[in-house]
């Protein structure tokens, strides 16, 4: 047992032994409750930049952490657990949200760069061939 000066326990040996009590008195439920409840809180005390900002620097822990393997991993893994879970009208209706949005964003010359882009790449493909 971890002491400090004064012979007594530490707070973090008292904190230890606390959340390893606790955990052996309470299931799965308990703890779904408890972070449900702490997760409101949180939004009651919190406006968008906040959850922006942490998750920012989640993102950037994360690019830190793993490699160009890893991303590819959750993003195949996502790609399947959502394939799994969505048919073709749901595939449709993202793609026509997402050219909505780039059109809102971008204007002719965008889509004459990547027009030109893709007819280049199609072009050098086919010579290869």
Do not use: V
């Amino acid at each position: 047992m971890a002491k400090n000066n004064d012979g007594k326990m530490s707070r973090e040996e008292a904190g230890r032994m606390g959340g390893e009590a606790t955990s052996r008195n309470h299931d799965k439920e308990f703890y779904q409750e408890i972070g449900r409840k702490g997760g409101e809180a949180t939004s009651d005390n919190h406006d968008k930049e906040f959850y922006q900002e942490i998750g920012k620097k989640g993102g950037e822990t994360t690019a830190e952490n793993h490699g160009e393997e890893f991303y590819q991993e959750i993003g195949r893994k996502g790609g399947e657990a959502t394939s799994e879970n969505h048919d073709k009208e749901f595939y449709q209706e993202i793609g026509r949200k997402g050219g909505e949005a780039t059109s809102d964003n971008h204007d002719k010359d965008f889509y004459r760069e990547i027009g030109e882009k893709g007819g280049n790449a199609r072009a050098k493909q086919r010579d290869n061939d």
